[in-house]
């Protein structure tokens, strides 16, 4: 789902930057309190903006065994329900799976593929809005106690009776009330369900800067997933070519979202994605070293509930058009997936990447991830940079592999070997 004002006011003059807050905790505690994973887990994104069009499930059900040799430990999945439109993302009927990217019989066979492959299919859990099976909010298959009762009093629609909006407003659909108990059952059952019935490990929470992050919290507690992220795409505010302590601002939306869940959800780490689009586009490698000295984004605070990525369905290119609102580099795509697969956090790699786009690109991520899992390198494992200038990056990860990403010239030493290389990147290991 798009996130409204992207560049909000990005030529205006910078706003004050809150001092960033060490988060609640710094070490993962247990998978039931943090949801996050193992802290190896590496994550497809098992679509794109047009998948639909050419039958997801049975796309998935048959690249199964492929996913799992290429060493992807979950697959996110779009939108399972009914919906107005292809993507999935304004539902109606929660539990009819017959949608327009396949029969519920086929999701069903692609889920269990995934899992008979030791491989967590996760859900786009889409929560924040809803639209009615006929009209506006006649919401059916669950039904609510009261469906107007169940939109809040500020949406667009006019009729809804609720609270007012825990979050931000999105028109496209219902904004629920998740302070309504008939609403927060209804989500609980149907989450559970697709736990329980049809299969699925986590949850991908899509656009939840609509409602508070408490609440995913609850759903989380509710719920019980192996694996939870939240979809929070910070505004960027201030001066779109700021860095350093000039974007702490965005990486603190992302860890304010996060302790708002109770510590009980992921998040995606858009501020990763945004310094080391500059940073490969501009030459300005510097930028992806912050001022104590640690990656610059999300990672930098709190790797472990960090989900880092290079593009997705909003942000990338589909096969045959497609969103792309804030597209990676074509040029640089290999440079971005050298960082985000050999750094700390939890890489997501979207699907036309790895499909689409060519037998290199492919086979370069495919050893990247083999190099991070050969080499140990987790959600927290260290990072020591060795360099951070207008032509270069280099880092000493885990202690035991070595990344350089630009043009510049850099070598970790002597005792290291070259593992694997592209246009302006290395990685080597010892």
Same mark, same amino acid.
């Not at 974007?247 to 708002?260: A, E, L, P, S």
């Given at each position: 789902?798009?996130?409204?004002?992207?560049?909000? !006011?990005?030529?205006?003059?910078?706003?004050?930057? #809150?001092?960033?807050?060490?988060?609640?905790?710094?070490?993962?505690?247990?998978?039931?309190?943090?949801?996050?994973?193992?802290?190896?887990?590496?994550?497809?994104? !098992?679509?794109?903006?047009? &998948?639909?069009?050419?039958?997801?499930?049975?796309?998935?059900?048959?690249?199964?065994?492929?996913?799992?040799?290429?060493?992807?430990?979950?697959?996110?999945?779009?939108?399972?329900?009914? &919906?107005?439109?292809?993507?999935?993302?304004? #539902?109606?009927?929660?539990?009819?799976?017959?949608?327009?990217?396949?029969?519920?019989?086929?999701?069903?066979?692609?889920?269990?593929?995934?899992? &008979?492959?030791?491989?967590? #299919?996760?859900?786009?859990?889409?929560?924040?809005? *809803?639209?009615?099976?006929?009209?506006?909010?006649?919401?059916?298959?669950?039904?609510?106690?009261?469906?107007?009762?169940?939109?809040?009093?500020?949406?667009?629609?006019?009729?809804?009776?609720?609270?007012?909006?825990?979050?931000? &407003?999105?028109?496209?659909?219902?904004?629920?009330?998740?302070?309504?108990?008939?609403? *927060?059952?209804?989500?609980?059952?149907?989450?559970?369900?697709?736990?329980?019935?049809?299969?699925?490990?986590?949850?991908?929470?899509?656009?939840?800067?609509?409602?508070?992050?408490?609440?995913?919290?609850?759903?989380?507690?509710? @719920?019980?997933?192996?694996?939870?992220?939240?979809?929070?795409?910070?505004?960027?505010?201030?001066?779109?070519?700021?860095?350093?302590?000039?974007?702490?601002?965005?990486?603190?939306?992302?860890?304010?979202?996060?302790?708002?869940?109770?510590?009980?959800?992921?998040?995606?780490?858009?501020?990763?994605?945004?310094?080391?689009?500059?940073?490969?586009?501009?030459?300005?490698?510097? *930028?992806?070293?912050?001022?104590?000295?640690?990656?610059?984004?999300?990672?930098?605070?709190?790797?472990?509930?960090?989900?880092?990525?290079?593009?997705?369905?909003?942000?990338?290119?589909?096969?045959?058009?497609?969103?792309?609102?804030?597209?990676?580099?074509?040029?640089?795509?290999?440079? !971005?997936?050298?960082?985000?697969?050999?750094?700390?956090?939890?890489?997501?790699?979207?699907?036309?990447?790895?499909?689409?786009?060519?037998?290199?690109?492919?086979?370069?991520?495919?050893?990247?991830?083999?190099?991070?899992?050969?080499?140990?390198?987790?959600?927290?494992?260290?990072?020591?940079?060795?360099?951070?200038? !207008?032509?270069?990056?280099?880092?000493?990860?885990?202690?035991? @592999?070595?990344?350089?990403?630009?043009?510049?010239?850099?070598?970790?030493?002597?005792?290291?070997?070259?593992?694997?290389?592209? *246009?302006?990147?290395?990685?080597?290991?010892?």
């Amino acid at each position: 789902m798009l996130a409204s004002n992207l560049f909000l !006011g990005c030529t205006k003059k910078e706003t004050l930057l #809150p001092k960033p807050k060490t988060p609640a905790s710094t070490k993962l505690t247990t998978i039931a309190s943090t949801r996050s994973g193992s802290g190896s887990d590496i994550m497809l994104q !098992g679509f794109h903006w047009n &998948s639909w069009q050419y039958g997801t499930w049975n796309i998935v059900k048959n690249k199964a065994n492929e996913i799992k040799n290429a060493g992807f430990s979950m697959v996110w999945l779009p939108p399972v329900s009914k &919906s107005t439109g292809g993507t999935g993302y304004l #539902p109606n009927e929660w539990y009819q799976i017959n949608s327009d990217h396949g029969a519920g019989s086929e999701l069903r066979a692609a889920i269990n593929a995934l899992n &008979s492959h030791n491989i967590k #299919p996760i859900a786009d859990i889409v929560v924040n809005h *809803r639209v009615g099976t006929t009209n506006w909010a006649d919401f059916t298959n669950p039904s609510f106690g009261n469906n107007a009762n169940a939109v809040t009093k500020d949406d667009e629609w006019g009729q809804g009776t609720g609270n007012y909006d825990t979050g931000d &407003s999105y028109n496209a659909g219902r904004d629920l009330d998740h302070t309504n108990g008939s609403v *927060r059952n209804e989500i609980r059952n149907w989450l559970n369900w697709l736990k329980n019935d049809v299969g699925f490990a986590g949850w991908r929470y899509d656009y939840v800067k609509g409602y508070s992050a408490s609440y995913t919290g609850l759903y989380n507690d509710q @719920t019980t997933p192996y694996f939870s992220v939240g979809e929070l795409w910070p505004d960027i505010t201030g001066n779109y070519y700021a860095s350093g302590n000039g974007v702490n601002y965005h990486r603190q939306k992302i860890m304010d979202w996060i302790n708002g869940t109770g510590n009980k959800s992921t998040a995606f780490d858009f501020t990763t994605k945004w310094q080391l689009m500059l940073a490969v586009e501009r030459g300005e490698y510097w *930028r992806l070293r912050d001022a104590q000295g640690k990656p610059i984004g999300a990672i930098g605070w709190w790797p472990q509930m960090s989900v880092t990525f290079v593009d997705n369905h909003d942000t990338g290119p589909s096969p045959n058009g497609g969103q792309d609102y804030w597209p990676f580099p074509a040029d640089k795509i290999e440079e !971005g997936y050298a960082y985000i697969l050999t750094h700390p956090g939890i890489p997501c790699v979207y699907w036309p990447h790895y499909f689409d786009w060519g037998a290199q690109l492919k086979n370069k991520i495919k050893s990247l991830i083999s190099i991070r899992k050969s080499q140990g390198i987790t959600a927290t494992s260290s990072v020591v940079i060795r360099a951070a200038d !207008g032509n270069k990056y280099a880092a000493i990860v885990n202690n035991n @592999t070595a990344v350089k990403i630009g043009g510049g010239d850099w070598l970790p030493g002597s005792g290291w070997s070259l593992a694997e290389s592209g *246009r302006n990147w290395a990685v080597w290991k010892r």
